[in-house]
């Protein structure tokens, strides 16, 4: 048996039956509930008579259900505080005017003011609804996050969250391993990153020890290792709570740490749908018209693959440039030897605080020898238009390519 999701809100449904008096169980509007209400958001205010009332937007029903009632009515004073919170912020930035009094003696918000306060619940909804759905998805114990008190942008509405690559038809990202180490206690002499020809990639504290350029070989689902052994680390994923957030200067969504990082820690994993380089070639023209790209080459040993984090990508997707940046790019290998192939790992350069701003280097320059091999092997796809960098850092190079 097939079926076809149902992009429809449970609410949006709910609004349909109530509309059309129908019931469903499944959804939850019984005869019972069919004439229940619950205030979703509020949508206006006015003082009449000397009583304030509010326009009430219930759940579940449609707009044209919307009620005014009377202030003292009304149990939810989370909701009232976030109407005053908008309409406040409305005000101060000068959009808009004080609530004006007519002469039948009514006070009431001018259009603009209510028309703002109702994008804005909109909006709030749609975050919560997003951040649950983020949270679903994830294949990791840390807290995803959704923060936007800059504008009235919403989610992205062609974005899908991936836990790990998702490989364009005819692309095989799962081969090469038949056999694990058996070390009962890692590192080993015959460990997984010995038997690769390099060092083990992490300290005893867990943290990187390597210099960038080198590739990490951790321990596979073929090796007698347990889940806790020192050398699995990428493939539990992201151990930090993280907040993706609205910039306020122009560079749309970034991502904030909620949690200390101390410096060379496993921080996320760049993931996205693996396509060509042709294909890479043939998408990053229609990217450059819209002055951004998240095609990164997987040029760690040729450059036949490329991943693009446009459509299909995780946390990673939403991290900005910048060209001083606290987190450094690593190739690693676990269930997959093939080196056309690597993951893309992002580690912190340094310490960062809770609160600040995740980026990394779109160029991978700065902590590495521009003149190496490995240097080449880590840079992203490259684009035809020049893009104006606005990272704000005082090195900042201008631009992002």
Not at 145 to 169: H, Q, R, S
Not at 340 to 364: C, H, N, V, W
């Given at each position: 048996?097939?079926?076809?999701?149902?992009?429809?809100?449970?609410?949006?449904?709910?609004?349909?039956?109530?509309?059309?008096?129908?019931?469903?169980?499944?959804?939850?509007?019984?005869?019972?509930?069919?004439?229940?209400y619950?205030?979703?958001?509020?949508?206006?205010?006015?003082?009449?008579?000397?009583k304030?009332?509010?326009?009430?937007?219930?759940?579940g029903w449609?707009?044209?259900?919307?009620?005014?009632?009377?202030?003292?009515?009304?149990?939810?004073?989370?909701?009232?505080?976030?109407?005053?919170?908008?309409?406040?912020?409305y005000?101060?930035?000068?959009?808009?005017?004080?609530?004006?009094?007519?002469?039948?003696?009514?006070?009431?918000?001018?259009?603009?003011?209510?028309?703002?306060?109702?994008?804005?619940?909109?909006?709030?909804?749609?975050?919560?609804?997003?951040?649950?759905?983020?949270?679903?998805?994830?294949?990791?114990?840390?807290?995803i996050?959704?923060?936007?008190?800059?504008?009235?942008?919403?989610?992205?509405?062609?974005?899908?969250?991936?836990?790990?690559?998702?490989?364009?038809?005819?692309?095989?990202?799962?081969?090469?391993?038949?056999?694990?180490?058996?070390?009962?206690?890692?590192?080993?002499e015959?460990?997984?990153?010995?038997?690769?020809?390099?060092?083990?990639?992490?300290?005893?504290?867990?943290?990187?020890?390597?210099?960038?350029?080198?590739?990490?070989?951790?321990?596979?689902?073929?090796?007698?290792?347990?889940?806790?052994?020192?050398?699995?680390?990428?493939?539990?994923?992201?151990?930090?709570?993280?907040?993706?957030?609205?910039?306020?200067?122009?560079?749309?969504?970034?991502?904030?740490?909620?949690?200390?990082?101390?410096?060379?820690?496993?921080?996320?994993?760049?993931?996205?749908?693996?396509?060509?380089s042709?294909?890479?070639?043939?998408?990053?023209?229609?990217?450059?018209?819209?002055?951004?790209?998240?095609?990164?080459?997987l040029?760690?040993?040729?450059?036949?693959?490329?991943?693009?984090?446009?459509?299909?990508?995780?946390?990673?997707?939403f991290?900005?440039?910048?060209?001083?940046?606290?987190?450094?790019?690593?190739?690693?290998?676990?269930?997959?030897?093939?080196?056309?192939?690597?993951?893309?790992?992002?580690?912190?350069?340094?310490?960062?605080?809770?609160?600040?701003?995740?980026?990394?280097d779109?160029?991978?320059?700065?902590?590495?020898?521009?003149?190496?091999?490995?240097?080449?092997?880590?840079?992203?796809?490259?684009?035809?238009?020049?893009?104006?960098?606005?990272?704000?850092?005082?090195?900042?190079?201008?631009?992002?390519?």
């Amino acid at each position: 048996a097939w079926y076809v999701p149902c992009l429809a809100s449970l609410e949006t449904l709910q609004e349909l039956c109530r509309k059309e008096n129908l019931t469903c169980k499944s959804i939850g509007i019984t005869n019972r509930s069919l004439k229940s209400y619950e205030v979703e958001y509020l949508c206006d205010y006015k003082v009449e008579e000397g009583k304030a009332y509010y326009l009430v937007k219930w759940k579940g029903w449609p707009e044209t259900s919307n009620t005014w009632e009377p202030w003292k009515h009304l149990n939810c004073p989370l909701l009232i505080q976030n109407f005053r919170r908008d309409k406040n912020e409305y005000l101060s930035r000068g959009r808009g005017g004080k609530a004006m009094k007519l002469r039948n003696h009514v006070k009431t918000l001018k259009p603009a003011i209510a028309d703002y306060i109702v994008k804005k619940a909109k909006q709030r909804i749609a975050l919560q609804r997003w951040k649950e759905e983020l949270n679903r998805k994830k294949n990791h114990k840390a807290m995803i996050l959704v923060e936007n008190t800059v504008d009235l942008e919403g989610p992205p509405l062609d974005f899908y969250y991936i836990n790990e690559y998702k490989p364009a038809p005819g692309i095989n990202v799962l081969n090469g391993i038949t056999t694990g180490c058996e070390c009962a206690d890692c590192p080993a002499e015959k460990c997984c990153p010995k038997e690769a020809g390099f060092i083990l990639a992490y300290n005893k504290r867990k943290k990187l020890k390597i210099q960038p350029g080198l590739p990490i070989y951790e321990c596979n689902s073929y090796c007698r290792c347990g889940p806790d052994c020192p050398n699995r680390i990428v493939q539990k994923g992201t151990p930090y709570s993280l907040c993706i957030f609205r910039t306020n200067n122009g560079r749309g969504w970034g991502v904030k740490t909620l949690q200390k990082i101390k410096t060379n820690s496993f921080v996320m994993e760049y993931v996205g749908e693996v396509i060509t380089s042709e294909e890479a070639e043939r998408r990053g023209q229609f990217y450059d018209n819209q002055g951004n790209t998240y095609l990164f080459d997987l040029d760690y040993d040729s450059d036949e693959f490329t991943v693009d984090a446009a459509r299909y990508g995780n946390v990673s997707h939403f991290v900005n440039h910048s060209c001083d940046p606290n987190l450094q790019v690593f190739n690693v290998f676990i269930d997959n030897l093939d080196l056309r192939l690597p993951r893309i790992a992002l580690f912190s350069t340094r310490t960062i605080k809770a609160g600040e701003e995740l980026t990394f280097d779109y160029q991978m320059k700065g902590s590495i020898d521009l003149t190496s091999d490995s240097a080449e092997g880590l840079s992203p796809s490259k684009k035809s238009i020049r893009t104006v960098c606005k990272c704000g850092a005082m090195c900042c190079r201008g631009y992002l390519n």
